[in-house]
T-cell receptor, first 111, second 114 residues
Framework: SQQGEEDPQALSIQEGENATMNCSYK?????LQWYRQNSGRGLVHLIL?????REKHSGRLRVTLDTSKKSSSLLITASRAADTASYFC???????????FGTGTSLTVIP | DTEVTQTPKHLVMGMTNKKSLKCEQH?????MYWYKQKAKKPPELMFV???????INESVPSRFSPECPNSSLLNLHLHALQPEDSALYLC?????????????FGQGTRLTVV
């Protein structure tokens, strides 16, 4: 399997708190993406970080990438109830073309 | 228009039926994908088309047959499915087939095989 691993599998926090989820991947990559999926619906692209970037920000999202450890983290600051969703990292496959999703983190933000 | 449209939204089919899932995008994307997602699991890649040609088949059983009739349309033909094939089927597209480009997803077809 070319799938990455995410932890935690599930995370429950209070509104206003920060949420951190981690992704470990298997192959050498030139980029990594994060997606969000609301319950039973399509995925929405959040952010892409390239291998020459260590950190990237987009609004309340902060993504880090450590290629030496083959890991990435997604931080959501000042969480809102609307952030409740599953979050997946996606890393390229062996050919560098198509990408594969990690196991996902299910985030619940309690109002 | 940044939408990927999938039809139908829900489908119930018997194990002897033949049905098709449809996916459409008008963003000029030349890579299109089918993913299968079981409950509480990540999407699993099934097929990838690049410039209307099948580029990747992730060892999917032949009861699933993809088709890309033109650059805007992607179909998934279903025949003699098993109950374990019940899942959310997601279509996606990206500008080109490369791992470093954003993919746009449809809302999926919820398939139930009885």
């Amino acid at each position: 399997s070319q799938q990455g691993e995410e932890d935690p599998q599930a995370l429950s926090i209070q509104e206003g708190e920060n949420a951190t989820m981690n992704c470990s991947y298997k192959t050498s990559i030139n980029n990594l993406q994060w997606y969000r999926q609301n319950s039973g619906r399509g995925l929405v692209h959040l952010i892409l970080i390239r291998s020459n970037e260590r950190e990237k920000h987009s609004g309340r999202l902060r993504v880090t990438l450590d290629t030496s450890k083959k890991s990435s983290s997604l931080l959501i600051t000042a969480s809102r109830a609307a952030d409740t969703a599953s979050y997946f990292c996606a890393s390229p496959g062996n050919t560098g073309n198509q990408f594969y999703f990690g196991t996902g983190t299910s985030l619940t933000v309690i109002p | 228009d940044t939408e990927v449209t999938q039809t139908p939204k829900h489908l119930v089919m018997g194990m002897t039926n033949k049905k098709s899932l449809k996916c459409e995008q008008h963003m000029g994307h030349r890579a299109m994908y089918w993913y299968k997602q079981k409950a509480k699991k990540p999407p699993e890649l099934m097929f990838v088309y690049s410039y209307e040609k099948l580029s990747i088949n992730e060892s999917v059983p032949s009861r699933f047959s993809p088709e890309c009739p033109n650059s805007s349309l992607l179909n998934l033909h279903l025949h003699a499915l098993q109950p374990e094939d019940s899942a959310l089927y997601l279509c996606a597209s990206s500008l080109i087939l490369t791992g470093d480009t954003e993919a746009f997803f449809g809302q999926g077809t919820r398939l139930t095989v009885v």
